[in-house]
């Protein structure tokens, strides 16, 4: 269950011009589920924070990111792939913990399009994070930045939220064994890795890559709890799991292919 709560919500301003009708409809969809498979207008800036002691955050983080471009590539109606690049930034630090993107690991599609910036330090890294979103030729950015660095403060995570939006470039930023601080991201995950079933053909196999993932902070969804699986194959949208309920999370595939071999703790 989640130890985590939404803020209180921000008074609506001008509330008192608006019919009781319009006030359930704006708090309706204020609090709507999130599921995967589901465009994310509006949120260009996401944060997943996850243990350097395993590979949860990243291949969540990609699992997202592909889910996302599948999804708005369907609602555009696009005959081609997209073929831009996708950004990866890590510091040093977060290099130490969880090791480069394994390139055979991931999706065929992307393998060749990855652009992989390592920093010296969170620094440097939040400098590239910034201009990769104002590039509009990259698809997304995924970065990784450990703990909690001064650098990051804030006035920083606000100029990263404001860059993407202005630009439409998605950031999924991962923060390895980082207390949850003030941010600016409109999505904020706690992610981990969480038991697989075992395969139908071999109990003795390895199962799906699964993770538990907590919504704890959105400005358009409601918090709730999930257990996700990349099984490589589509999307299914699950029923919402409101955070703190007593019933087991809901089982749900994430993300079309995270690769043939997923970046996820297993």
């Not at 704006?26 to 996401?46: C, E, K, M, V, Y």
């Not at 630090?93 to 480069?100: D, E, I, S, V, Y």
């Not at 709730?224 to 299914?236: E, L, N, V």
Request: glycine share 8%; aromatic share 6%.
């Amino acid at each position: 269950m989640s130890r985590f709560a939404m803020n209180p919500s921000r008074p609506i301003p001008f509330a008192h011009t608006l019919s009781p009708g319009q006030l359930a409809s704006l708090s309706a969809a204020r609090h709507r589920s999130w599921q995967p498979g589901q465009t994310l207008r509006g949120t260009r800036h996401s944060e997943i924070f996850a243990s350097g002691a395993e590979a949860s955050g990243a291949g969540f983080a990609l699992a997202l990111a592909l889910d996302d471009l599948a999804t708005r590539a369907e609602e555009a109606g696009a005959e081609t792939d997209d073929r831009r690049a996708v950004l990866w930034v890590q510091d040093r630090t977060a290099l130490k913990l969880t090791g480069r993107p394994y390139r055979p690991g991931l999706p065929e599609s992307l393998r060749h399009r990855l652009i992989h910036v390592l920093t010296e330090n969170a620094q440097d890294a939040l400098f590239a994070l910034e201009e990769g979103v104002r590039c509009r030729e990259l698809a997304c950015v995924i970065g990784e930045v450990a703990g909690n660095p001064r650098a990051l403060d804030f006035t920083a995570s606000r100029r990263l939220t404001l860059a993407a939006e202005r630009h439409g470039v998605a950031l999924w930023l991962v923060r390895l064994d980082a207390a949850h601080d003030l941010s600016s991201a409109r999505m904020r995950w706690e992610v981990g890795s969480a038991p697989s079933d075992a395969p139908p053909w071999n109990a003795a196999a390895p199962g799906l890559p699964t993770w538990r993932a907590v919504l704890f902070r959105s400005r358009s969804h409601a918090p709730g709890q999930w257990i996700m699986y990349d099984d490589g194959t589509g999307r299914i949208a699950p029923a919402a799991q409101p955070s703190g309920a007593a019933a087991a999370a809901n089982p749900v595939a994430v993300a079309g292919a995270a690769g043939d071999r997923s970046l996820a703790a297993r």
